[in-house]
């Protein structure tokens, strides 16, 4: 049987070490087996569940999403509702985040479109930031 190292998952997966102590601490890695040393020693069973977690991670999927997904496809048996259920609630934040990018890309687009000449006070990125009435998020001053 293939064991690998912590830093062995790390490089393999792209995931950083502290980042592997993390989702062992949150129960999404099982504790793996310890050398004589102490050294973490992980199966391919491992790896392959946190190349799974990472590829969630990616797509935004929040630790306990990915936790219940995991739950999942560890009962294969299951039924796949849950799972689609949990697709479409992170695409409706994918969506609402798109809607904010759009607003804030229009904004700066506005403000680097001014090009200003002269000052610093007669300069439109300053003005609009400046100016708090308009901020895009649900922030105020």
Do not use: W
């Not at 294969?76 to 890309?105: E, F």
């Not at 400046?130 to 105020?140: T, V």
């Amino acid at each position: 049987m293939k064991e690998y190292s912590i830093g062995q998952m790390s490089r393999r997966t792209g995931v950083k070490v502290t980042t592997i102590r993390y989702y062992e601490s949150r129960g999404l890695i099982p504790p793996p087996a310890r050398t004589g040393g102490g050294q973490r020693r992980y199966d391919a069973a491992a790896l392959e569940r946190l190349a799974f977690l990472r590829h969630a991670r990616e797509l935004g999927f929040g630790l306990d999403d990915i936790a219940d997904l995991m739950a999942l496809a560890a009962a294969p048996s299951q039924d796949c509702a849950p799972a689609n259920q949990i697709a479409r609630k992170q695409l409706m934040a994918v969506d609402r985040r798109l809607a904010i990018l759009t607003q804030l890309r229009t904004e700066l687009a506005r403000m680097a479109d001014a090009d200003d000449p002269g000052h610093a006070g007669d300069c439109r990125v300053i003005q609009v930031l400046g100016d708090h009435r308009h901020c895009i998020g649900a922030h105020s001053v």
